[in-house]
């Protein structure tokens, strides 16, 4: 698939294993035991990649998936700790806020308010996506002035 704003095709990513079931040292983790883990992440603040980073790095779990059967989001939906905004369009509007706090201070960067324009298309793309899916409420919108409390 090729890149919203750029060239690139990107073919180069990691894939997943064809077997579905958990490697043997990944197995000795039962499905109780990583749920509870993943709520105890989730409520020490850790977006659903982060947990994911954080058992694949500590228990060696590579795949959620295929110990518990769901995936983090769907866990942290069922326990009601998912976060409001998902966690994609969380961090582009992050970075579209940390984008207009550079052009305060710095108004003649041009290419700087060209890609800032390229992060905000992208934005109402993909919030638009979110509210058809019902992940946002259909009056969800975004507004650059007050990006900066959804993020805060």
Request: proline letters at 5%; hydrophobic letters at 35%; zero cysteines.
């Amino acid at each position: 698939m090729g890149r919203m704003h750029s060239f690139g095709k990107g073919m180069a990513d990691s894939t997943l294993p064809y077997k579905r079931t958990p490697a043997a040292w990944a197995a000795k983790h039962s499905a109780k035991e990583v749920i509870d883990q993943i709520t105890r992440y989730a409520k020490k603040g850790l977006t659903p990649s982060q947990i994911g980073v954080q058992l694949r790095d500590s228990a060696g779990i590579a795949q959620i998936k295929n110990i518990t059967g769901r995936k983090i989001l769907r866990i942290l939906k069922h326990a009601g700790l998912a976060p409001e905004t998902p966690e994609d369009l969380y961090h582009m509007i992050k970075k579209a806020v940390q984008m207009r706090k550079h052009m305060e201070k710095n108004r003649k960067d041009k290419d700087q308010k060209f890609r800032l324009i390229l992060i905000e298309s992208r934005i109402h793309r993909l919030a638009r996506y979110y509210r058809r899916t019902r992940m946002l409420p259909p009056n969800w919108k975004y507004d650059a002035n007050t990006a900066s409390s959804l993020v805060a």
